[in-house]
Structure formats: C-alpha cells, structure tokens
C-alpha cells in the first residue's frame, strides 16, 4: 500500500530556505563531517564570546557517556536572543502576548523593552542572592514574565527549571528540593479558560515541605488576594521597578547548564533533564528557523506551555534566537468557545502555527463551522507535536486549517533531544499523513530489533528507534545522578541513544513513530509515568495495589486506567472512586487523574510476583480475546474476573 503523498507547491519551494537538494546534500555532510558542519553553523547562528577551537566530544559508551559540543567556547543565551538584535530590530516585536480573556488588550513587546525587562528581572534576581549556577523554580501562567524570568537567568548564569503551572504543590516541592533551588518565581493566580489556578497558595503549600531559606518572588498578576509572608515573599514588579535597567550579561561556557526540566520516565520519580548552553541554543534556534521555513517578519505561534520542552525550544529560545516575533498565548483552545485558535491566527497574522493532536481532535469534534468564519490567509506553515497524529486529525487539519495547501509539519523529539529529531523540511520534502519523515541534519535515526538490539538495515521495516551519534541539543545528564542518565538512555541497546519509542521505516524511507515501548503513556501529548500514578495510587490508606496502563482515547490519544485493589476491609463505591481520582489530582496534578478505575480484588501476576501488564494492556483496550500465554500466572482465575467487570465496553 502507498500511502498519499503531499509535495509542497512550487511557490513555497521556490521561497523555502532548504528544498530537496540542498537538503540532501546538506545532510550527507552532516553526517559525514559533522566537526565541520555544526562547526560553521555555530558560528553563522550564534555570537561567540570567545571561540571554540573543539566542536563535538561525545561517547555514547556504557560507563563512558559524555556529551560536549563546542566545550570550550564562550558565549551568553540572553545576548543571543536580546542584545545581538537592538541595533536592528530594536523597535520591532519579540514577543505578543495574548491573554487568557480575549476582550483584554494584547501586549507588544519590542526587542528593546524585552531587554530591559530582562535586565531589571536580572537585577531582582542578583538582589536575592542569586548567583551563578544557582538553581530557580519557575512556576508561572504562560505570561511575559515567564519568559523574562527564563532569560534573566540565562543572562547572569542561573538554571532554571520551570514547573507546569498545573502541577499540584507535592510535585512542586519534589523539583525544588531534588535540584535544591533558591528561589522559585511564581504568580498570585493564573487565568485559563476563564477560571483561575491559585498559583500563590500551592507553592506556599509546596514550600512547607522545602527548606526555609527558599526565597519565593511573587508576580502579580491578576491582584487577585493572596497570602504574603513576610521576610520570605517579593514582589517582583514592585523590585522591577525599583531597580536599574541595566545589567551585564555574564559570559558562561558553552556547557554550563542552561536549564533542567523535569520529565516523566517507566520507573521512579520524574528525571531532570538537563541541557546545555552552546548546544541546545543552536539547536533550538536552526530548528525553528528551517523546520517551520521561519522568515523575517513572520508572526510564529507555538501554542504549547513553556512548562513543557516545546514551549522553551520553540517560544522563548528558538524563536528570539532567531529575532522573530513569537506569541505567547495564555488561554485555551475552547474559551470562550472553539474558535479561539483560529481568531488568534487572524488577529495577529500568524504564519506558522504549531499545536499537538489532542488539540486538533478537540477542535474537530466541534465541526468546521468555528473555522469558518476566521480569516487564515496570513498562514504558510502547520505543525504537530507531542504524540502520532492519526490521518483523519491530519486530514481535517490540512484541510480545515492549510486548506489543502499548506505543509504540515509531524514533528518527532522529546525533551531529551532539545528540539526536532526527524520532521519534515517544508520546502524539501513531500509528506505523508502520519509520518514524521526524515531525520534533521547531523540526526542519524536507526531502527532496532528490540530483542537481538541488531540494527535492521533494510529500508522498509519496523522495530524500535534509537539513534547513531550526538546532535548538539543532546541532554547532558540527568540533574545530580549521571548513572541515571546513562542507564536510561544507554544501557538497552549498547552505544545508541535509545528513544523510547517503537518505529517503523517505509519503502521511501520515511519513518512513522508507533508510539512508546516502555510504561510511559501519552495523555493528551504529555508525558506520563505508569509508575508515577500507580506511586501516587498505592500512596492513598485505602489502596493496597495499584497497576496503571494507557488505552486507546479519542481525543487524549491515550487515557489513564487503572486497577487498584483495596485494603482487605475496605469496600469498593463510586464515592471512593472520586475520592482516589481527587486524590491523584492533589498529589501529581489534573492531567494524571485516571480516565477509569477498575476495582481489582486481584492482579494478574507470575510466579515470582511480577505484575503481567501486557495482559492489563490488552483488557484496557477491549482486546481480551488475544491475550497470549497466562500459563505462567499464579492465578489466571483473576484474568477472567478482571475481563468481566472491564470497564472499557467499547
Ligand atoms: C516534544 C515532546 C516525547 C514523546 C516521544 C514520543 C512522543 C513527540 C511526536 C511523538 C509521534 C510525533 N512524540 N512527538 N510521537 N509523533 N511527532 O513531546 O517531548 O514531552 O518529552 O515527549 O512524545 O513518544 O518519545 P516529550
């Protein structure tokens, strides 16, 4: 079966930055001379302190993983995405900022008055003590200030790490004491499709659980009342104010950490990822140029949270890297009703727009009739991110939203790799509904037997992903614990990255991403640890047991269900049931609360106590009649008990 090819116009080729031979030959030396390839992009995209003579140090070795790029250049990220560009476009817009209530006027921030917000929130910052390599919590709404705060720290050399503004305060205070901040910024409260979060009271409840000397920089944002300790409580437009405008950016090496996000893996508690500050930015930065063929004057809207790798790699770092216009929005797709994302688009004559799946079904399920009245003509790029997108989500993108002529770009990374691992380059190449494509340049994806580890080297063929060599938005490490980084990522399948994910490769080479292998879901294009919520479950007096999979949802793409099995004297009841579900939601946040609950008086487990969740797997997608061998269960009589009160009756 050949699937439906869709080429870019002649028009949009003629324009693009890469088309399909300065794309071929572009990757070759990539590949084949990487020194000199990221050498010259490194110095044609970013402004260098001081040079770098080495440009990749990289082992992929168990025992043995490093990663460098660029180690011994000198450079700054905020001069990167501020400074290099006053002279020329001091006057024109870096960010627009798009609130939650559109009746709210919409904020212009030029490169000029982004620098001194940045300044004075850097002088906030150092006026706390703040120093280099100090860590800094950012737990904030999608407003300016998040993306002040972002690049405050890059300019006197601090890492952040950002928390989702929808994590609960336990979450919160995990990501403060696990990288032992110094601070953490964050709001009174967050508007989001008209209701508001009290951002101000969960990280008060978070800091109960954190040492006293964490100082909490408070924005206000809607004046909303809050409780304020004094000693301990800033606040940081009244400091703003106060101090200078001005504030040196300090020269940091290319390998000083730029930031650490916390995200989502089969086992344990959520890993830092930490990334780089030569590398990442470079990576960032070419990617949201050529991926979305980004030109000057471009209106860009990544419509992702900065809470979450997208939204730091392409609304704040990528984008300003480059001098473009990027627009935060603080809303949701639905409010107040299903034509927002579109009367965004029109509003601000956004060229590129690029959101998740889930999103797109959502707005599918309400009909085109929100489209339609919507002026789109300023768009020449669509993208996709966070999970696989299914043809029919595609289809009614392509044609509801590019009307059929726009590129679509089905973009495959993680938070790991920085930015876009395997994507299309709009003007090279022609997609297929489904399918990421082809790697990005210096990115040599193969495909894997999962159980020989043996690379299949047939063009068409299936197995899981991982990849040959270092690009230079690699992680480093994993924030205090590098072993943990290199089991991880390095131990399954020796001297490759492994992905997590299962892959397949088509006869054109094109390469169509089927989802995770290990026990990580995707609800709704997040990340989500199996393991997390099961900790989070068993954590409750009522639980004895817990076992959570992923099946297959409508517009989330995957749902969380789980089983859980109550103390002995405890009864099962729907009251309980929204009790556990009030619980995980208190305990992680609400996008981890379990879509279903199925009381389990047992589990199916092996011999030796091991929990058969392929056999869960299969009960939670309604597919019981293929469950393979329970021969080797303790107790296959729990299957079939667990297979009569399913609760996935499709
Ligand atoms: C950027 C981001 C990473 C996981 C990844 C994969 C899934 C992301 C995808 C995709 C199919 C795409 N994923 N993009 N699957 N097609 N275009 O989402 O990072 O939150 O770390 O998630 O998301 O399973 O392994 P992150």
């Not at 964490?214 to 000693?231: A, E, F, N, S």
């Not at 590129?352 to 020449?380: H, N, W």
């Not at 876009?420 to 894997?448: D, E, N, R, W, Y």
Request: with cysteine.
């Amino acid at each position: 079966m050949t699937e439906k090819m869709y080429p870019p116009s002649d028009d949009f080729v003629a324009g693009a930055h890469i088309d399909a031979d300065t794309y071929a030959s572009m990757y070759q030396a990539s590949v084949d001379d990487p020194d000199t390839f990221w050498g010259r992009e490194a110095k044609d995209r970013l402004d260098w302190i001081e040079p770098f003579s080495v440009v990749k140090n990289t082992c992929f070795d168990l025992g043995k993983v490093s990663v460098k790029w660029f180690e011994d250049g000198v450079l700054n990220v905020a001069y990167n995405c501020i400074d290099r560009h006053l002279e020329s476009r001091g006057d024109q817009t870096a960010i627009i900022f798009e609130p939650d209530d559109p009746e709210t006027p919409a904020q212009h921030i030029t490169y000029t008055e982004l620098h001194e917000k940045v300044c004075r929130f850097s002088n906030v910052l150092l006026a706390q003590g703040v120093m280099r390599g100090d860590r800094v919590i950012i737990y904030l709404p999608m407003i300016p200030e998040a993306a002040y705060a972002m690049l405050a720290c890059a300019r006197i050399g601090a890492i952040h790490s950002i928390v989702f503004a929808g994590f609960s305060p336990d979450a919160l205070a995990n990501r403060i004491n696990d990288c032992g901040a110094k601070v953490v910024i964050t709001a009174d409260t967050a508007p989001r499709g008209g209701r508001r979060t009290n951002l101000k009271s969960n990280t008060d409840a978070a800091l109960l659980h954190c040492s006293d000397k964490v100082r909490c920089l408070v924005v206000k944002h809607t004046g909303d009342q809050t409780t304020w300790i004094q000693d301990r409580d800033v606040d940081v437009k009244a400091m703003m104010a106060q101090v200078a405008p001005d504030c040196p950016i300090r020269p940091m090496n290319a390998e000083d950490p730029l930031f650490i996000l916390y995200t989502s893996g089969s086992t344990g508690k959520p890993k830092g990822v930490v990334h780089s500050s030569g590398g990442y930015l470079l990576y960032a930065a070419m990617t949201q140029k050529l991926t979305f063929d980004y030109h000057d004057g471009d209106v860009f809207w990544c419509g992702a949270d900065v809470g979450w790798v997208t939204g730091h790699s392409y609304i704040v770092y990528g984008p300003l890297a480059n001098g473009a216009t990027t627009l935060m929005f603080e809303g949701v797709p639905t409010y107040p009703d299903a034509s927002r994302f579109w009367q965004v688009i029109e509003k601000h004559k956004v060229a590129q727009f690029y959101t998740a799946p889930t999103a797109i079904r959502a707005l599918m399920g309400q009909g085109t009739s929100f489209v339609e009245g919507c002026d789109l003509s300023s768009l020449k790029v669509l993208g996709t991110v966070g999970e696989p997108i299914n043809p029919e989500a595609w289809t009614w993108y392509n044609d509801n939203i590019g009307k059929g002529k726009l590129p679509i770009v089905d973009t495959w990374w993680q938070t790991e790799t920085g930015g876009h691992m395997i994507t299309p380059l709009p003007g090279a190449m022609a997609t297929k509904p489904g399918s990421a494509t082809k790697p990005f340049f210096g990115v040599q994806p193969v495909v894997l037997d999962p159980t020989s580890g043996k690379e299949l080297h047939e063009t068409k063929t299936e197995g899981v992903l991982a990849i040959k060599d270092s690009w230079p938005g690699q992680m480093r490490t994993v924030w205090g614990d590098h072993e943990r980084f290199e089991t991880t990522y390095f131990s399954d399948y020796k001297g490759y990255y492994f992905a997590g994910d299962g892959c397949r490769r088509d006869a054109d080479g094109y390469y169509w991403i089927t989802g995770r292998v290990d026990d990580v879901i995707n609800v709704s294009g997040h990340r989500m640890g199996t393991a997390e919520v099961e900790s989070a479950l068993v954590a409750h007096a009522k639980v004895a047991e817990a076992a959570v999979v992923g099946y297959p949802h409508a517009v989330k793409g995957q749902g969380i269900y789980a089983y859980v099995t109550l103390m002995n004297n405890e009864e099962p009841s729907d009251e309980l049931r929204r009790e556990l579900e009030g619980w995980v939601r208190t305990e992680i946040g609400p996008i981890a609360k379990p879509d279903l609950i199925q009381w389990a008086p047992g589990l199916p487990k092996t011999r030796s106590g091991k929990i058969m969740r392929r056999i869960l797997r299969k009960i939670a997608e309604n597919d019981y009649d293929a469950l393979g061998d329970i021969s080797t269960l303790a107790d296959p009589s729990v299957v079939e008990e667990l297979i009569e009160n399913r609760m996935n009756k499709a």
